[in-house]
């Protein structure tokens, strides 16, 4: 389980020493925002995670 925590650590430190922590900085940033901006587009049904009225007679 510590290695899915474990692997991307490595691939980001990697990716930061690569380019810098500047410009790794903006580069996640900029993936954050594209993230946001897609989740704005998903339509969820109104009724989605609601309990069906049941009739329920004791």
Do not use: H, R
Not at 21 to 38: D, P, R
């Amino acid at each position: 389980m510590a290695l899915g925590m474990m692997l991307p650590g490595m691939a980001a430190g990697w990716l930061q020493e690569q380019i810098g922590y500047e410009k790794f900085f903006l580069w996640i940033m900029l993936c954050c925002a594209a993230t946001i901006a897609v989740c704005a587009f998903i339509k969820i049904d109104p009724t989605y995670g609601k309990k069906d009225p049941v009739n329920k007679q004791s």
